[in-house]
């Protein structure tokens, strides 16, 4: 489950209903993912200053109650949380890139051993439209591609510092829209197949934020496979399911949010954990992380504004109703576990 913590709106620490929340987490789920306090400003404000006091609380939670963490994420591209002393930073960029990510790593390894057990290292390096299909960033300005046909210098400098500080840790690649576009999936699998190459990657993460209808299960299915294929792990890592597509063209107008459509949408998710659990070997299960607990938490009603300028008031895409009850949606995950079959 992606939580949100310290003070933030939806906090599990500071909302009105702050153990409730606590409670369906732990009674539900095994891991949590921080949805915002644990990406690089929020840990990393100055060069010489760490800020883990937020981070500290929700890893100490997760401790407590026999949960484990996957970190998200060691570098990322967006500019709310690229540091701004990285923006302009004039020393050694490689350097610096490594401190960063093993002062991370090793807080929490030295702090809460075995808490913390995976990681995002790199978040969202694809893009198409550029000359290589790689992002420009701050990172890849800095860092770029050694030769061309290469993958950029600044995520394998990432995932090589995670390495040397963690061993234990499994470390992921992640990207969006893997299982929708073919490009994007072939150039993720550049990327690790290189780390690969340099022994420091041991999956792929989908993010799957999705819809009802689309990508289709097939598309999930043989995205799945390659990354299995390779002998990587798969995490799906930040699976919600809107109700509507805003990106289909038009105005799509919202769907009427009722029975019948809570019970489509529990078909959706059952089918999503179905073909997770037939495609990818036991071994290579990296987990399944929902993006946020209550349907009026979901960060999809303003990503959805930004993007298109259209305003929904929900979208439902979650697990969970905004007065804490269980969505339809919830045992449809279960039945797939349970091999009960998607109905
Ligand atoms: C989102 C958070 O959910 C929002 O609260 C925040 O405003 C922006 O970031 N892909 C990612 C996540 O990897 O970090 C993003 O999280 C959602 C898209």
Not at 96 to 107: A, S
Not at 233 to 250: F, L, Q, R, S
Not at 293 to 312: C, H, I, K, P, R
Request: a negative charge; hydrophobic letters at 40%.
């Amino acid at each position: 489950m992606a939580v949100s913590a310290a003070n933030e709106p939806y906090s599990i620490f500071t909302h009105g209903d702050a153990s409730q929340r606590q409670d369906l987490i732990t009674r539900h789920f095994s891991q949590m993912t921080a949805g915002n306090i644990m990406k690089m400003s929020y840990l990393h404000r100055t060069e010489n200053n760490f800020t883990f006091t937020d981070a500290d609380t929700l890893v100490g939670f997760a401790e407590a109650n026999g949960m484990t963490i996957h970190g998200h994420a060691l570098v990322w591209h967006s500019d709310y949380q690229v540091p701004g002393f990285m923006k302009n930073y004039q020393g050694d960029f490689s350097a610096m890139l490594t401190d960063h990510v093993q002062g991370v790593v090793n807080h929490f390894k030295t702090n809460f051993p075995g808490v913390v057990t995976s990681w995002d290292v790199v978040n969202e390096a694809v893009e198409q439209g550029t000359s290589d299909g790689y992002r420009r960033s701050v990172f890849y300005d800095r860092l770029p591609p050694a030769a061309a046909g290469e993958v950029p210098e600044y995520i394998k400098v990432a995932f090589q510092a995670a390495r040397d500080a963690d061993p234990s840790l499994d470390l992921y690649y992640n990207d969006y829209d893997n299982t929708a576009n073919s490009a994007r999936l072939a150039k993720t699998l550049d990327i690790a197949q290189a780390l690969k190459d340099d022994g420091t990657i041991d999956g792929v993460g989908f993010q799957m934020h999705i819809y009802m209808d689309y990508p289709s299960i097939k598309n999930f299915k043989d995205a799945f496979q390659k990354v299995v294929d390779m002998g990587l792990k798969v995490k799906i890592t930040e699976m919600d399911v809107a109700v509507v597509n805003p990106y289909a063209g038009g105005t799509p107008k919202l769907p009427k949010y009722d029975e019948q459509l809570t019970d489509r949408q529990k078909k959706r998710f059952c089918q999503v954990t179905e073909v997770y659990l037939d495609t990818v070997p036991a071994n290579l299960r990296g987990g399944m992380t929902i993006w946020g607990l209550t349907d009026d938490e979901s960060w999809l009603m303003s990503q959805f504004a930004n993007a298109t300028g259209a305003v929904y008031e929900n979208v439902w895409p979650l697990l969970f109703n905004a007065d804490l009850s269980a969505k339809p949606a919830l045992q449809g995950i279960a039945d797939a576990f349970t091999g009960k079959g998607c109905h």
